[in-house]
Structure formats: C-alpha cells, structure tokens
C-alpha cells in the first residue's frame, strides 16, 4: 500500500533526481570537451573514475543503511548532489572539475538505491505495479530532462554553466519535499496500516508474491546480501535480466557519456538538438514503461528480454553507420525501447523474490554489479575514440553486446536447475 504522503513525494522526488542525474551524467563530458578542452581519454578517464566512486559508495555506503534510516540516507544524498551541481556550473579548471565529479559520484551513490529501497518498501503486494510506476515516473524525468535542458540553453545561448545551475536546484526541492515524508515514513503511520504490519508480523508468510514457493523464514535470509542469496540466484529470470541489463548498460553508458559529442562530431549536431534525440529515446522508453505498467510482466518476462537484446543492438549499428540525422534519432529511439524494458523485469523479480528487510542491500549490491560496466566503458571508448572516433568505436561496442547475447540465449535453453 502506497501511503498518500509518501508515495507522491517519493515520486516527485524520483522525477527531480534522475532528471538532473541524467543532465549532468550526459552534460558533464561535453562540457569537459568545450569549456576546458579535454579530449576523448581524459574525458574517459574522469567518467570512469565518477562511476568506480559510485559503484564503492553504493556497495560500502548504501548498503549498509538499515530501512528505517532509508529516507535520511536519500536527504543527505540529495544535498550533497545539489552541492555537486553548483560546482560544476562554475568549474575553470580541471581540478574543480574532477572534485565536481567526485562529489557529484558520492551522492549518486547513495541516492538510487535508496530510492529505489523506499519505493520498494511501500510497494506491499503490489510489487509488480509499484515498480511499473516507479519505472514509468524515472522515463518520464528523462524525458522531459532534455528537453527541459534544450529550452534552457536557447535561453542563454548555449551555456552549459546555466543548465548546472538550473539542474542544481532539482536534488535542492527534492531534498526538501523528502522532510515531509520523514515523520509519516516513521512515526506517523495511520493506525490501520500499524495492526496490517503487526499481523503481517505475526504471520508467517505462505509464499512470495509471484513465485510458487514457499517462503523461508525471514531471519534464515536478512543480511544474505546478492552473492551469497541462493534463491535469488536460482532464478533464472533473475540470471537472464541481469545479463539482459548488463548488456543494455554497455549501450546506455556509451550513449550518457559520449553520445553528446559523437552528435557533435559524427552528425555535425548542436547540444540542443543532440538534447532531443535523448530526448527521443526516453519517450520511447517512457512508452514502453507505461505499457509495462498497465499489463502486467509476469508471462512475458523473457519475450521482453529477447527484444531488448534485438533493440540494443541494432540501436548501435544504427548510430555507428548512419549518416544522417534522421538515422541518428531512430537508433536512439530503438535503443530506447530496450531502456524501457529491461530494468522494470529485473526490479520487478527482485521485489517479488526478496523479503523487504533484504531489499536495501540487495538493490545496493545489484546497482554496485550493473555499476561494474560504467567503470570499464567510459575508459575503454575514450580510449578507441582517441584513436579511431566516436562512430567507429560505437559499432565496436557490439562486439560485448553479442557476446553477452550468446550468453543469455545459453540460459534461456539450459536446462539447468533453477525457477521461472
């Protein structure tokens, strides 16, 4: 059950966190390129650096915050991004820059995956629909995140320093609406909702919600954490939308953090009009959401994988060869479909399988996993774009996506042990 404070606001705070999340994680790598002039491996190098930090802060930090101090942990993440935000918007130098990045990393870390542990908490039953609106209300902030940041910078010419500052003060409001949710998310609970706790309390639970199974004990499972979660890893829907996300991670990450300048130097694009093909991909993914949200997922899990894998390859290919513009938005559009799809199914399984008290470490340790990619790929393509250009080193990127591809279509035939 959705409390009627806190639901709304942790929305709203979703849609102020991942739009100005997405603005700076898009933004700050061109402008490293424009304002201070850094070339592709440098810009490589900060991004991975941004991402390892993120992935360390998630796996120590965030998955050690107890579910009653979730929303605390999300106040603070907010600030310290808000903080982050302003620092990049008046960045001289590469030193201001890095520390931008880095301030920018810690509160990343902290602030998903808790948010994604408070929507989890007040899912109740309804895991599998919360988690659709959750996923919807994210597309929906990335896609009104580009165009937003397009206006802005018709408004001052181009100048990525306004949309810094612009963007700065989402994280700010979210911070504050997260106060209201504090005393209602802890202390004052309708007293009909406390006696439903209380009996869910004393009841042991039968099975899990869209799993026939019987449920272990709770205390058999708390602190479990992703690797050593047998159950968890068991499934093998779960397996397959790992693999099915890693293999969209390879492509998003390309996309947030080069994507920009292959527009500027493949296309011959301006910022703002590279915006709205990013813009186009996440109306894409909004729509798939949406969809997601009104049927539910629960028989076409592994239908909804085998597209994403299709979409986010050819996504690629598209981008990689094309020589238009118009082919340039219709691969960000087909990517957006395997954006749309992939991480609702994983986040879905995951709420279903795992006992809420596991939740805070498990979705750390999940997004500190997925984080692994955003390590690797920033170095690698600054790296080959320093040699052979962005356009070149995207149609490279398939080559993991393929082999990552075989490896899904092992496990949806094996024969393995394992649950549906």
């Known amino acids: 059950m959705i409390y009627i404070v806190v639901g709304p606001t942790l929305l709203v705070t979703t849609f102020l966190l991942r739009s100005s999340q997405n603005m700076a994680q898009t933004t700050f790598p061109v402008f490293g390129h424009t304002a201070l002039h850094l070339s592709a491996l440098p810009i490589g190098i900060i991004v991975t650096t ?3 930090i993120t992935v360390l802060v998630t796996a120590v930090l965030a998955s050690k915050v107890s579910p009653a101090k979730i929303t605390k942990a999300l106040f603070s993440a907010l600030l310290i991004m808000a903080g982050a935000m302003f620092i990049f918007a008046f960045s001289t130098n590469i030193v201001v820059y890095v520390t931008a990045t ?4 810690i509160g990343g870390g902290i602030a998903f995956p808790s948010l994604i542990t408070s929507i989890g908490q007040i899912s109740g039953d309804q895991g599998s ?4 609106v959750f996923a919807t209300t994210l597309s929906i902030s990335l896609l009104f995140g580009p165009f937003i940041e397009a206006e802005v910078l018709k408004l001052d010419l181009g100048s990525l320093r306004i949309a810094f500052i612009f963007f700065g003060l989402f994280p700010l409001i979210g911070a504050f609406a997260m106060i209201k949710t504090m005393p209602v998310n802890q202390v004052n609970k309708p007293a009909d909702i406390k006696e439903e706790e209380k009996v869910q309390a004393e009841t042991p639970a039968k099975e899990w919600a869209g799993w026939d199974q019987a449920r272990k004990p709770t205390h058999q499972r708390i602190s479990a954490g992703i690797w050593h979660n047998k159950e968890l890893w068991r499934n093998k829907t779960f397996r397959q939308g790992v693999t099915a996300q890693l293999v969209h991670q390879i492509a998003f990450i390309a996309v947030i953090a080069f994507g920009v300048l292959l527009a500027h130097s493949g296309y011959g694009m301006n910022t ?6 990013f813009g186009v991909f996440f109306t894409v993914s909004m729509l798939i959401r949406a969809l997601l949200t009104i049927h539910s997922v629960a028989q076409r899990k592994l239908g909804l994988l085998w597209l994403s894998l299709a979409a986010t390859f050819a996504g690629m290919l598209l981008i990689g060869f094309g020589r238009s513009i118009s082919i340039f938005f219709l691969g960000m ?3 957006g479909i395997a954006h749309g799809a992939t991480f609702p199914i994983l986040l879905t399984v995951v709420v279903e399988t795992v006992p809420t008290e596991e939740l805070p470490r498990i979705n750390a340790e999940l997004t ?3 984080g692994l990619v955003s390590i690797i790929v920033p170095f690698v393509l600054g790296f080959i774009a320093q040699h052979v250009g962005y356009k070149t080193t995207f149609l ?3 080559i993991p996506i393929a082999l990552l591809s075989i490896v899904f279509a092992i496990l949806s035939f094996s024969t393995a042990a394992g649950t549906e």
């Open 272 to 277: 703002v009009m590279a915006e709205i093909a």
């Open 396 to 398: 490279w990127m398939d």
């Open 50 to 52: 941004g991402n390892l």
């Open 368 to 370: 500190a996993v997925l």
């Open 333 to 335: 559009g087909i990517l």
């Open 102 to 105: 880095v301030v920018f990393s």
């Open 129 to 132: 629909r919360v988690m659709g």
